[in-house]
């Protein structure tokens, strides 16, 4: 598959500051994107539909940022039509005593997509070497080996039929000022926010430079990283279901032959 726009490269260093985080130098007639996105998104229903009735391949989606990047809008955006029977969403959060005992992919693993299905990660394994390495809640020696882990973790998924796509939804410190603003303005959205926030806000620096560690380390051929221009959701919007709909194409799901003439079965 030829790579698709905001990938980010294999041992190249990802360089956040430099990456765009408005849509602008990309598109900027939000009447056309969401016209565009509309009709992906039929295809993409239409090839769910597909992957979920050949039930032999799967595809794993993971989507990390910032606080208020927009990891639950993008769900709720690309998702809307989809048949909710052939989608797994799993939202990480602090892990509990019980997984604190294991090591930290066991709870990953067991929401991988099975077959057929398509996994939804909102935030994911990648915290292990974001929030545990930034709050210090692991010594360097635990963590540094995660980056390795992932890789492999990652390997034996797609070696087993999952392909992997990684959005980290790129938004600037501003942008994630004004939408924590709407969250304290608009009381449908107060329960979004927590004073945690504004701690995490204070680390901003510290969070760009884990990221960027993470995204260069772990991004290969067979799990890649897509850098997101997020400002802007209409254009973060279509920018992934862009590349959801060529990977679909690309895995092209067919319906199992079936082992019987339709024309000859008589119904009584
Ligand atoms: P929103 O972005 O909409 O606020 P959220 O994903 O932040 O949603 P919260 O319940 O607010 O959801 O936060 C979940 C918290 O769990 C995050 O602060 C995240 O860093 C934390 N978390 C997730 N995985 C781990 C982990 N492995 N170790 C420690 N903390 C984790
Ligand atoms: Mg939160």
Redesign the pocket.
């Known amino acids: 598959m030829n790579k698709s726009q905001h990938q980010l490269a294999p041992g190249e260093p990802a360089n956040l500051s430099e990456l765009p985080t408005s849509s602008k130098p990309f598109h900027d007639d939000r009447d056309a994107a969401e016209k565009e996105f509309r009709k992906l998104r039929k295809q993409f229903i239409t090839w769910q539909r597909a992957l979920w009735a050949e039930g032999r391949q799967q595809l794993l989606i993971v989507l990390q940022a910032m ?1 208020a990047g927009g990891k639950d809008g993008t769900i709720r955006k690309l998702f809307m039509g989809v048949n909710p029977q052939g989608v797994h969403v799993a939202s990480f959060k602090a892990p509990s005593v019980r997984e604190l005992a294991h090591d930290f992919l066991w709870r990953v693993h067991r929401d991988v997509p099975a077959a057929g299905m398509i996994g939804v990660f909102n935030r994911s394994h990648y915290e292990d070497v974001l929030v545990v390495r930034v709050n210090r809640l692991a010594p360097r020696e635990a963590w540094e080996p995660r980056f390795q882990q992932i890789n492999d973790f990652e390997r034996l998924l797609a070696e087993t039929g999952t392909r992997i796509l990684k959005f980290y939804l790129h938004i600037s410190r501003d942008e994630q000022r004004k939408r924590f603003q709407d969250r304290l303005d608009r009381p449908e959205k107060n329960f ?1 926010f ?1 004073l ?2 504004l701690e995490k806000r204070k680390q901003w620096d510290d969070y760009r430079f884990a990221y960027e560690d993470a995204l260069t380390r772990c991004t290969t051929d067979w799990a890649p990283w897509y850098a997101i221009p997020s400002n802007q959701k209409w254009y973060r919007n279509l920018a992934i279901m862009r590349i959801v709909v060529k990977t679909l194409e690309d895995m092209n799901p067919t319906y199992p032959t079936i082992d019987y003439d339709p024309k000859q079965v008589k119904i009584d």
Do not use: G, L
């Open positions: 606080d979004k927590s945690d926030d």
